[in-house]
């Protein structure tokens, strides 16, 4: 069956071949701009890790943020340890990595 045997005419099938052009080149639009809005995201991320792994660094192991409360000893279960090989890990396939808890942390759960 063609269009004709339907009922529409050329002007139609031409509205409808624009219309679905257009959506189609609006996600399109929608899809590349996010992306290189992930990826700005992620080398401004990268730069802070980096940031603050120097920092650290330069203060001696202490974080700035332990410093200004007074406190002088950074609890070794709320340091970031970051990966050996790189900037991401490849064992869960991303950069995040979950902080490490002790196994006797309180974590306010309660039995």
Same mark, same amino acid.
């Given at each position: 069956?063609?269009? !004709?045997?339907?009922?529409?005419?050329?002007?139609?099938?031409?509205?409808?071949?624009? &219309?679905?052009? &257009?959506?189609?080149? &609006?996600?399109?639009?929608?899809?590349?701009?996010?992306? &290189? +809005?992930?990826?700005?995201?992620?080398? !401004?991320?990268r730069? !802070? !890790?980096?940031?603050?792994?120097?920092?650290?660094?330069?203060?001696?192991?202490?974080?700035?943020?332990?410093?200004?409360?007074?406190?002088?000893?950074? +609890? #070794?279960?709320?340091?970031?340890? #970051?990966?050996?090989?790189?900037?991401?890990n490849?064992?869960n396939?991303?950069?995040?990595?979950? #902080?490490?808890?002790?196994?006797?942390?309180?974590?306010?759960? +309660?039995?």
């Open positions: 069956m063609t269009y !004709r045997s339907r009922g529409r005419s050329i002007f139609e099938v031409i509205l409808a071949v624009c &219309f679905v052009g &257009f959506l189609v080149g &609006f996600i399109t639009v929608l899809c590349i701009g996010n992306y &290189f +809005r992930a990826k700005r995201a992620q080398e !401004r991320q730069q !802070r !890790r980096l940031a603050k792994l120097a920092n650290s660094a330069s203060n001696g192991g202490r974080s700035s943020r332990s410093t200004a409360t007074g406190n002088s000893m950074s +609890r #070794p279960d709320q340091g970031y340890a #970051p990966s050996i090989g790189g900037d991401t490849t064992s396939g991303g950069g995040y990595e979950a #902080p490490h808890m002790s196994a006797n942390a309180n974590n306010g759960v +309660r039995a």
